[in-house]
């Protein structure tokens, strides 16, 4: 079995910690999670060193311009000055990187102590290991995100508040407005994450609080097994939770297939032939009555996995001689539903939650696929190798009526293979035909998440045996920011190795280009304050934190501004 952490690192955990550090030297190799918040720490302070440097190289070439007569004296200090401000604003959008993952670090683990309180606090419940200890690591979680949950609430009523006034107002900024805007969408993005993030500590709690009461009973019932249920990795679903999705995911692609089959039956009775309404329903039916046969398939192996003698073996058994003689899809005859008889637990199968961002998905490759498909045989091949292929030969089997055209049945079988990513059962990306091994594509596709709950991966044989296995991914267990590389365990068997990331909006976006950086330019004295600009205090520390790099461009040193002292520790505008 490949280890879960197959292809995770340094990199893919932490990238804004990785790069920096090694940029500037630091030995942060394997950190523990918990040691994360004083190693960001540490390299924020040494940021801003460089920053009071920099600005004091600065400050030193323009006193040396002051007294330059000569032109060749002149152009090297013009040159220093350049490659100063162009350091500068590298240093300030590297110091605000860092400074976005140490706020989303504070969601992740329990915040760094500031005072003794606090270190006998973190001491304790670095020690605790009981469920109140859990419960009140999340307890200290929910506090740092809805603290940060509130602040990201006020700087977008200070962006709405500055957009009406910039577009009410006599004289009009376009660069300002653009630069509101920015922030506003910038600042929903944040508050959206947030939120997920709080749902998703919410459910742990209450997930521990469950698992917590169940090991209970179980250690007071001598049950041997709890302990290695336990230990059992977060990746994959317990075996009893494993067997509720696919039972889940069973009525789900049955419901498809009956929907299909009388939606075909209407528009093929329809006087007005809708060609492009029933190849949609064609398709659905086909890539449905797939889906069922690899389900039943999987639940076949997860029932010789219970104890023969169990209550859910027995149960099992009986739910899949329900649909034992409905092999394809289009054989379901008249009568009871294959759905009927395979109900699931609505407690135990909570709705995915919505997640708005962007995902990073990179597919290696995978092993130990299924070679004897059911459902699917040489002489019954009823669509071609591509994942959207043929399917003539499929409907034939549904309406029954034949084609004018004859198929060749492909005898020999492919050893390559492609993998097809659906987000909410709508097709995103696939990958190219490669030989079936671990790293058979190594491609990466960026997906676009708007409100979506669930990913799935189908993967294909190129011959007549076509989907041979598949996966359902919960989107929202990919917020944590953590878990990336994973050998995924495929239905009904096989293991698919990829690296799957949610893209922080917490983090900041680098500009493609350098002149992006600047996106409007003030000069200090004339920077506007809170109450002129109809903002909060939080918003003008944002506006004015990112309009940094700009303001130290200017000759003119920036003359002090009464900034609010949650704010002034992170702009290191003056060379002290």
Known sequence: MADSYYYQGDYIRHPVLYELSHKYGFITDNVAEEALPNKLEELKEHIRKEIRKELKIKEG?????????????????????????????????????????????QGQTVTSPANEHDTVISMHTSSISSPDGSKFVNDLRLVSLEKQL??????KQGAENMIQSLTTGGTRDKKLLAEAQQM?????????????RIL????SKNHHHHHSSSVGELHANGDQHSQKDSESSNLELPLEERIEELRHR???????????????????????????????AQSSLCESSRKLDLLRRSLELRRQELPPDSQAAAQLKRDLQIVQASSPAFRYGNGTGVGE????????????AAVTGKLEVRLMGCQDLLEEVPGRSRREKDTSSSPSGDLRSFVKGVTGRSSSKSYSVKDETSNEISAV?????????????????QQAWDQRFSIDLDKSRELEIGVYWRDWRSLCGVKFLRLEEFIDDIRHGMALQLEPQ????AEIKFLNPMISRKPKLQRQRKIFKQQGKNFPRANQMNINVATWGRLLKRSAPSIQNNRRPLPSLPLDQSHSDSLPLSGK
Do not use: Y
């Open 184 to 196: 506003l969408a910038d600042s929903k993005a944040k508050i959206e994450f947030l939120r997920m």
């Open 421 to 437: 990513i659906k987000l909410d059962n709508q097709t995103v990306a696939q990958t190219s035909w490669r030989p079936c091994s």
């Open 494 to 497: 096989g293991m698919l190795f």
């Open 341 to 352: 008889g395979v109900k699931a637990s609505p407690s135990s199968l909570s709705r995915c």
């Open 150 to 155: 509130n602040i990201e609430q006020k700087v």
């Open 200 to 203: 998703k500590v919410k459910q």
């Open 250 to 280: 069973l009525r789900i692609e049955a419901a498809v297939v009956e929907g299909a089959k009388n939606v075909i039956r209407l528009l093929q009775s329809s006087k007005v032939a809708d060609k492009k309404a029933l190849q949609e």
């Open 61 to 105: 070439a323009e006193k040396l311009r002051e007294v330059a007569r000569d032109r060749k004296s002149l152009s090297d200090v013009a040159t220093i000055v350049k490659k100063s401000n162009s350091k500068l604003s590298e240093l300030h959008n590297e110091l605000q990187e860092l400074e976005s993952q140490i706020i989303m670090t």
